[in-house]
């Protein structure tokens, strides 16, 4: 795919993808926001599928499939609780950050795939974290029921409501997710393995390692009903990666910005075979996807985001180019990221801030 | 800025009796819950296995086995779209919230909203861990909506539980949770024509209490609650002038040991009137079934009724609303929606109009 530009408004020479992409006027009003930092932790040992695969009297063939489309290692919770898991990266966040830029956030949201890895009601995972940490957060949420696709929406509802609170510095999307049920419960689609884990990003308006750049939603609501019958999870298998592939021509056509100039592509860590067809199809060098993790450490749902950034995303970004993450899902919902370097575009106008309707008890 | 809602819905089941502390038995539905990874996710006085704990009979709406609190809340909105088919085409945000779980444990009910009324909205999302603040939060969302600056927009806020077995229906001497669900349609700004509701101020707070539901004494969590309810109203109140307070009625969650009239009391604001069963609360429902009260309470007096909404969890997040109900709203089965009007109308008083 060749390289699109715009032509410059200041010198009249062509501009680049990438700086019209960063131009502020290509951007959506809630551009000042990006990463400050972000940090993921995934509990125990590694662990082979092979090994545990024998353990677990997993048919053979199927450990095969899954080592024939990429996978190999994952981790496991032995006892922890989400809190657990999500204190163990909030502190690794802290570490790099700063406790009380952390404490300090105005928002706090959390995003979660598997649907009984919360702690039970009336009980709150935010309040606990709340409590832990000490937070006051004017708004905090957990997002449910988008599964892997939760932490582009997380992190696009942060960044909306932090643009708009000219009060607000920071704000926290911590994701936090546990594999239930039996071993089989652990394989996605013969072509992924789950990891149990947690993240935490912390957004802000100054000190970021990138900006928060567009972002493209598809839905498939007609897939709402999730892999609960064998004709859902055909009905999943067979327009997934359709409407991945959907979902990418939306957003390249959103932005103007070609998919094969990103600098990284991360997807979730699972389906190597699928990105592999997605990307031939859109003509994106295959190198230019970063797969590395479907091997070495699993599909941990909604953290695999912090996961692929801190593993690849922020060397990228930090050589200057952009990244785009892609968040599907088995229930039709779909999410693209664009993150974009921080350095290369002037900074943009952070006045007029939306008014808020909701306000924090003093 | 100020939320305009042009329809509102509950949506009860009949009450039954029932002889568990603990919701309905649905075997199938939440065994992995009473597997090993399971225990932090259920409460941690009931015992892998346990299904029941019985209690003395009481009386609660509980839904049929088969129908999962996503049937329930599909249920509601549906009415509400029934009632005004024109308005589902203008839907470009659905907020769905639950305290509890997906009885369809690997679907979607936000995108099963979409799915069965909606055209593609701009903004599709559940939103969890808040317990009955899930609907204040929502309704604090839409000025970030990416459709707000869309006048003709609405948005489909919905709230929806059904309690299963192994969690707590009832906890003796604090609460008795009740299925319920429920729903409204808002526009941005404004009293737009058709307009039954006006939400002028939201108020969130999340104070938690460190307290275990299950086994720290019910007065304490009672104490908790009425001071984060009371706090959390007297700040929503601060720009309200005296003299206006005096009009102001009060609704919110029905906790036990009358603690929505000590929380008047606190707060010197008359109880509004409630439809609902007495002595059961209707969890994320909750704040929407206060201001279909408040509608219905402004249909009888035939003059807007001006209400504070409150509702805390024991876990510490709390919130309070300042509603503006209508008197012109039109019954429809399980709700209200708008005449038409025709001029918008703003009914807060000066000074509300100044703050916001």
Known sequence: ????????????????????????????????????????????????????????????????????????????????????????????????????????????????????????????????????????????????????????????WATRLLAADP??????????????????????????????GASAILLGKTGTTCRIGPITYRNAPELHMGPSTPANERAIAQTSWLHTKRLFQEHQAAIGFPLAEYGQILPINAYRPNWNLIAKALSVPPERLFLDNIRDRGHACCTDLAMNLVDRGFDVLGQGKPVLYCGRSNIGAYAALTLLPPAMAEQPDRSAPEPVTCEVMQ | MTLALTAIGVRLPPSRVSASFLGAAISSAYLPLYAKAGAHSRPHTVRRGVMSLSSPPYEAPILDQAESCEDAASAIVGELVSADPSAALRVRSVLHVQCTLNQQVLGSACLRLVHSYFKQPADVLAIGQLGTVGVPTALALLPHARSHDDAAALACVSASDKWVAPFYRRIPGLVTYGDAAAACLVAPAGLPRGGIAVIERIMTSCQPSGLDPWVDPADRHLDHLHDHARDCIETLLRP?????????????????????????????????????????????????????????????????????????????????????????????????????????????????????
């Open chain 1, 1 to 156: 795919m060749g390289a699109r530009t715009r032509p410059g408004h200041e010198t009249g020479r062509e501009r680049s993808p990438l700086e019209a992409l960063m131009a502020p006027q290509a951007l959506s009003p809630v551009n000042p926001v990006g990463i400050v930092a972000a940090a993921y932790h995934l509990p125990g040992e590694r662990r082979d599928i092979v090994e545990w695969g024998a353990e677990q009297d997993i048919p053979a063939q199927l450990i095969e499939t899954l080592l024939a489309n990429g996978c190999r290692y994952f981790y496991a919770s032995e006892n922890e609780s989400d809190l657990d898991l999500l204190a163990v990266a909030l502190d690794g966040l802290a570490a790099q950050s700063g406790r009380q830029r952390v404490a300090s956030a105005t928002y706090v949201l959390h995003a979660h795939t598997q649907n009984f890895s919360v702690p039970p009601a009336p009980t709150s995972l935010l309040a606990a974290v709340a409590k832990a940490y000490g937070m006051q957060p004017r708004l905090c949420f957990s997002i449910e029921q988008l599964a892997c696709s939760g932490t582009v929406a997380a992190i696009d």
């Open chain 1, 167 to 196: 009060d607000a510095e920071h704000a926290l999307v911590l994701t936090s997710d546990r594999v239930f049920g039996n071993a089989t419960y652990r394989i996605y689609h013969q072509s992924g393995v789950q990891s149990d």
């Open chain 2, 240 to 356: 309200v002038p005296t003299d206006e307070r005096r009009h102001l009625r009060l609704a919110g969650d029905d906790y036990a040991e009358g603690l929505g009239a000590r929380v008047a009391r606190s707060v010197g604001l008359e109880p509004l009137a409630r439809s609902f069963p007495a002595g059961v609360h209707l969890a994320s429902a909750s704040p929407l079934a206060a201001i279909a009260d408040g509608i219905a309470s402004a249909q009888r007096e035939r003059s807007a009724c001006r209400l504070v909404v409150w509702t805390a969890t024991m876990a510490g997040h709390a919130a309070a609303l300042l509603v503006t109900c209508e008197p012109s709203a039109r019954r429809i089965p399980g709700g209200w929606v708008g005449q038409d009007t025709d001029e918008t109308t703003d009914r807060r008083s000066p000074a509300m109009a100044d703050a916001c």
